[in-house]
């Protein structure tokens, strides 16, 4: 592989690594919360306000316009205030119901809006799957910003938001007002979620939610450990999907994707293996 490959890749494998670090510590958020589907929900409504701003004079036709950008942030902050809304033992509508039903309306209402425009195939390939090779330095380095934002914004807020988190179903923590809580989770998770759609697409970007979290959660309990894990377990498929979907001629996100899966198999398998020499 020579130099230019090399430089080639740079930018993509390190936007791979940011998506990676955030995601990975969300993951463990959704999944104790039991809101597996929260950022495959999220992500199609973050797509369908980018869809509805690409039909507006504004834009320009440009994807990776501002107005775009909060065009879609706006629909994600919706989408925040109405999880946020219904959660805990008392609910009569289970949350992930919600969440469901809003994936499926976000998605359907994206279609119907892709109809309207042209080479909508195109703009429907790049929402599911992205298009991260296309990622430029100056993206990673916004991103990156955007993201350390957040990620110190939940290292200083972190105990109640593990809090939350651990303790999902309930709505009487001392101290801690839930609802505010929650929503300023989704809304930060709403953020991360509409710059990373524009990058990775819907599929890429759950994969980097959840399989991490839930191969580490096969290994190990504790909060650190499987931070660990799930970070480590991102960069190496990060690395092996990029290199396959060069050496193979693939789409490079559908790639990520279907290596998560092969990794996430394999660890579930290796796990006995695991477990027997650690006895």
């Given at each position: ?79 925040a205030a109405v999880f946020s809304t219904i959660r805990g033992q008392k609910a009569r509508i289970p949350q992930e119901a919600i969440i469901g039903i809003c994936y499926a309306v976000a998605s359907a209402a994206a279609i119907l809006a892709m109809s309207k425009a042209t080479s909508e195939s195109e703009h429907l390939k790049d929402m599911l799957v992205g298009n991260i090779l296309a990622v430029s330095w100056p993206e990673v ?139």
């Amino acid at each position: 592989m020579d130099l230019t490959i090399l430089q080639f890749l740079a930018a993509p494998f390190v936007a791979s690594l940011i998506l990676t670090g955030i995601h990975a510590y969300l993951g463990v958020h959704v999944v104790e919360r039991g809101v597996i589907f929260v950022d495959l929900s999220l992500a199609q409504i973050a797509a369908l306000g980018a869809t509805i701003a690409l039909l507006l004079p504004q834009a320009g036709g440009d994807p990776h316009a501002p107005f775009v950008y909060w065009v879609s942030l706006g629909f994600t902050f919706i989408g925040a205030a109405v999880f946020s809304t219904i959660r805990g033992q008392k609910a009569r509508i289970p949350q992930e119901a919600i969440i469901g039903i809003c994936y499926a309306v976000a998605s359907a209402a994206a279609i119907l809006a892709m109809s309207k425009a042209t080479s909508e195939s195109e703009h429907l390939k790049d929402m599911l799957v992205g298009n991260i090779l296309a990622v430029s330095w100056p993206e990673v380095g916004r991103t990156a910003l955007l993201y350390g934002g957040i990620g110190l914004f939940h290292f200083v807020f972190r105990r109640k938001f593990l809090a939350i988190s651990m303790s999902h179903g309930r709505d009487d923590l001392p101290g801690v007002s839930v609802r505010l809580w929650d929503f300023l989770f989704y809304a930060s998770f709403g953020f991360v979620v509409t710059s990373s759609v524009s990058i990775a697409g819907v599929l890429l970007v759950f994969c980097y939610l959840i399989v991490p979290s839930v191969a580490a959660m096969l290994y190990s309990e504790r909060i650190g450990r499987r931070l660990a894990i799930g970070w480590t377990m991102g960069t190496v498929v990060s690395a092996v999907g990029v290199f396959l979907s060069l050496k193979l001629d693939l789409p490079t996100g559908a790639t990520i994707v279907c290596t998560f899966g092969v990794a996430l198999a394999l660890m579930a398998g290796l796990k006995p293996l695991v477990r027997a020499l650690s006895s």
